[in-house]
């Protein structure tokens, strides 16, 4: 089965004719194509228009500023399957759900699992929660920089990630 992604949330109202400003949750503003739909969590939404440069989203059946205010801050959710139906990534790119509770592996040990993975300004950070075994001795979880060198290779079929250089970043943690 598959699982809501929270893609956006709308924000207020903009303007007279019903359009929002949107929030992206996403990496991938390409998929608020006209004519896409997203459920909410005030009911289901089909996209009129988008403007990523005014960051402004208009959707079908919407006209009037009284119409579009019950959807502030509502959130936009897509599933799983229709994100990797609309979204075509380039070798070596993931999308996040599937890097999520994915093992993490240096020379053959179990490290941990991925718990969350936070967005910072110089790059994206695994968070790894420590296994058992390592937990005894060291702290319950860890940072690990989603990049070279530290990223050896990512199996996704088999939710694992083996990596260089994680339990040294461990160890000083």
Known sequence: MSRRLTVARLGRTVGLKGEMRLHLFTDFPEQFQKGTRFQSD???LTVEYYNPQRGVIKFVGINRVEEAKPYTNAFLYRDEEETRASIPLEEGEYFWFD???SSIYENGELLGKVRDIQRLPSADYLVIETSEELRRNFPKSFLLPYQD?????????EKRI????AKDILEAS
């Open 162 to 165: 083996s990596v260089k250089g």
């Open 99 to 101: 890097i999520l509770g």
């Open 149 to 157: 060198p530290f990223i050896q290779e990512v199996n996704i079929e």
């Open 42 to 44: 005030r009911g289901e």
